[in-house]
């Protein structure tokens, strides 16, 4: 059974950073494109940043852009999500996802993509 698990939210001041981790269980991590998305309230789910199975290629959204960096470790079935000068904005919940529908050394945007997807971690940006 397939079971993704997000860590590392929590409350943060305006400028400040977290560190997000996302340990995936199950035999899927080494041949998924993993994702990061995140939810605001009373927002749509939207796209943050994808990473490709190698770790070689990545994508982001531009409202995060420079602001944040995705990371795997195969080893440790875990992807990782940066995020630095956080704004009040970026307060949603975070979900990661993991992807078999593209190639080895793609990666998406699209959620519809996304196979398998954790429960969420809140992030919290406070003025």
């Known amino acids: 059974q397939v079971q993704l698990v997000e860590s590392g939210g929590g409350l943060v001041q305006a400028g400040g950073s977290l560190t997000l981790s996302c340990t995936v269980s199950g035999r899927v991590f080494e041949d998924s494109a993993m994702g990061w998305f995140r939810q605001g309230p009373g927002t749509h789910r939207e796209f943050v940043a994808t990473?490709?199975?190698?770790?070689?290629?990545?994508g982001y959204s531009d409202s995060m852009k420079g602001r944040v960096t995705i990371s795997r470790d195969n080893a440790k079935n875990t992807v990782y999500l940066q995020m630095n000068n956080l704004k009040p904005e970026d307060t949603a919940v975070y979900y990661c996802?993991?992807?078999?529908?593209?190639?080895?050394?793609?990666?998406?945007?699209?959620?519809?993509?996304?196979?398998?997807w954790g429960r969420g971690t809140q992030v919290t940006v406070s003025t």
């Open positions: 996802g993991a992807s078999l529908v593209v190639g080895s050394e793609y990666y998406t945007k699209n959620d519809y993509d996304y196979n398998y």
């Open positions: 990473i490709s199975t190698s770790g070689r290629s990545t």
